[in-house]
């Protein structure tokens, strides 16, 4: 099965994500400064990317809540 995210782009969040203290976050806080110059299409696709990746285990510090909240889905960082 492929992966929902490159290798690349999985351990640059994975590096994001160990930066941060424990808690709930949404994940523009972790994509980091770029999020804000991406079109709506693609922040849907990217963030939708995420959620499989979260679900797939290939961030295993991280769940999710099931909530949303301010706009976008609530995850755990664990």
């Given amino acids: 099965m492929k992966p929902p995210m490159d290798a690349t782009e999985i351990t640059r969040l994975q590096s994001r994500l160990a930066a941060r203290d424990p808690g709930e ?3 523009p ?3 980091g400064p770029g999020w804000d110059r991406l079109y709506i299409g693609d922040k849907v696709s990217i963030g939708r ?3 499989q990746a979260v679900r797939a285990g290939y961030f295993p510090t991280v769940e999710d809540t099931g909530k949303k909240r301010g706009g976008g889905r609530v995850y755990r960082r664990l």
């Fill in 25 to 27: 976050f949404h994940f």
């Fill in 49 to 51: 990317h995420f959620l």
């Fill in 29 to 31: 806080e972790i994509y």
